[in-house]
Nanobody, 126 residues
Framework: QVQLAESGGGLVQAGDSLRLSCSASGRALSGHLMGWFRQAPGKERECVAAITWSGGNTYQADSMKGRFTISRDTAKNTVYLQMNSLKPEDTAVYYC???????????????????WGQGTQVTVSS
């Protein structure tokens, strides 16, 4: 089992930056894939970025590149999501997720992930 706890969300203005943290506990994360997802009201959950715990390989849709950066600190068992130049359309609940066994090519697919945090709200005002 892996327990995930997100933090760092809040209310910001358009153009601001925010860094989310995901603290992981439980089993060792070696070999796991970690992901950040978001879900706005009435919309499907979408992947912001994913990263392999061991090698640090990242996966991101082109629409998410440039303003969102995922990273991890293996010593702190923490995954980060740096968000810059935030826009009102970035308003959503942001979730951290993890999976040990996944299919190559499906790194950005939510149903591939086994463990989820409770989420942290990010609200961007215009």
């Amino acid at each position: 089992q892996v327990q995930l706890a997100e933090s760092g969300g809040g209310l910001v203005q358009a153009g601001d930056s925010l860094r989310l943290s995901c603290s992981a506990s439980g089993r060792a994360l070696s070999g796991h894939l970690m992901g950040w997802f978001r879900q706005a009201p009435g919309k499907e959950r979408e992947c912001v970025a994913a990263i392999t715990w061991s090698g640090g390989n990242t996966y991101q849709a082109d629409s998410m590149k440039g303003r969102f950066t995922i990273s991890r600190d293996t010593a702190k068992n923490t995954v980060y999501l740096q968000m810059n130049s935030l826009k009102p359309e970035d308003t959503a609940v942001y979730y951290c997720a993890a999976v040990r066994v996944y299919r190559p090519g499906y790194e950005r697919v939510a149903r591939e992930y086994d463990y989820w945090g409770q989420g942290t709200q990010v609200t961007v005002s215009s």
